[in-house]
């Protein structure tokens, strides 16, 4: 077992652990948004959760993602980031919104109401609108949490035309302008295609690939991370108290202003670092578990996005208004659930549909080979 953490602290399979949990608390999170717990002193429990998660786990992905960054040519890096995202994405829209449609017949009685309804929905994907805006005098729905690989593609995309653009030396000034324009779009207009949030998450995928350049998470322990993200999270709850509101990165919104980017991506990097030295030390059933999660991330993150936009969870919690804590509780189990058979469903169909299995891939790029081989 030592030489297999060993493997995997010094490879991309380091941030397993953390993305496991944090798709684990993003679900979590998006269930207690319906639910108003409150712990007294008018905080309520999802309040304080959307507070961590926007705060914190947001920027720790953007940063964990960015540790696999590396410069290439613009239009490679284009094309790359177009192969890994459209098929997800496009799947998704049309699974959203041909679900949308069903569900909403099925409980409201009226197709013609559907349809309207799943227009804004398919809408909302073809935009890639980070939440529910007003374009061509109509209101559309967001692509829910799809907007997060949107922005990350932007994102790599962006920061390869700075490597491309300016000698390395000048990049963390040319990253920090990059951010300031983003967070200046959002408060002007809502971009499509999450252009504006793109240019916001640059610093913290610009971070990943810095942490990765420096071996910061190869190193027995870095001792000014902690106090630096300590001063940024009693800097980002003040700015949250006393503004009354927390950050919302899919909104646009940071309560200290741009200054509220980089004080979350400080955040965020400790929050990486710690996941990432607690998955090279646990080694147990729950931690085996929860980075067998992360490894199939995306296809949670897509699942997840379909039932959250397609199912309206909002009667389910109507029906526990005097239990939350039951309704919160029930619609987790649910709600995992469900994502949890559809990704079972999604790799039996890859192990088991001709033409899908490795051994029938080794065999195609065999006969590739040697078609080569008889031609030249």
Request: with cysteine; net charge positive.
């Amino acid at each position: 077992m030592k030489g297999t953490k060993t493997r995997t602290v010094n490879s991309l399979g380091m941030f397993d652990l953390f993305k496991g949990i944090g798709m684990a608390t993003v679900i979590f999170v998006h269930t207690a948004e319906a639910y108003s717990i409150d712990l007294g002193s008018g905080l309520s429990v999802t309040s304080f959760l959307l507070f961590i998660y926007r705060e914190a786990l947001m920027s720790a992905f953007y940063i964990a993602s960015g540790f696999g960054f590396r410069k290439r040519s613009i239009g490679k890096c284009v094309q790359q980031q177009l192969r890994g995202i459209l098929p997800p994405f496009l799947y998704t829209a049309l699974a959203t919104a041909g679900l949308h449609l069903l569900l909403h017949h099925h409980f409201f009685g009226s197709w013609t109401d559907a349809v309207a309804e799943s227009e804004k929905v398919l809408a909302g994907f073809l935009l890639g609108l980070p939440h529910t805006s007003t374009y061509f005098g109509m209101s559309i729905f967001s692509c829910g949490p799809m907007w997060y690989l949107l922005t990350m593609a932007v994102g790599w995309i962006i920061l390869d035309i700075l490597f491309n653009a300016f000698p390395e030396r000048y990049i963390p000034a040319a990253v920090a302008i990059t951010a300031v324009l983003g967070w200046g779009t959002c408060l002007v207009w809502e971009l499509p295609f999450c252009l504006s949030q793109g240019m916001t998450v640059v610093p913290y995928l610009y971070l990943g690939h810095v942490a990765k350049k420096r071996r910061w998470f190869d190193q027995p322990r870095l001792r000014w991370l902690f106090p630096a993200a300590l001063v940024c999270m009693v800097v980002s709850a003040g700015g949250a108290i006393l503004s009354g509101t927390t950050d919302n990165m899919s909104m646009g919104h940071w309560a200290l202003g741009p200054v509220g980017i980089f004080v979350n991506g400080m955040i965020g990097l400790w929050i990486v670092n710690l996941f990432v030295r607690l998955s090279a030390r646990a080694d147990n059933f729950l931690t085996h578990t929860l980075e067998a999660v992360g490894r199939r991330s995306l296809n949670i993150f897509c699942v997840h996005t379909i039932e959250l936009i397609a199912v309206p969870w909002y009667l389910f919690a109507a029906q526990f208004v005097s239990s939350p804590l039951l309704g919160l509780g029930a619609q987790y189990v649910l709600r995992c659930s469900f994502v949890a058979l559809i990704c079972l469903l999604l790799e039996l169909r890859k192990r088991f549909v001709p033409g899908r299995t490795k051994k029938a891939r080794l065999e195609r790029s065999r006969a590739r080979f040697q078609r080569y081989v008889a031609r030249h």
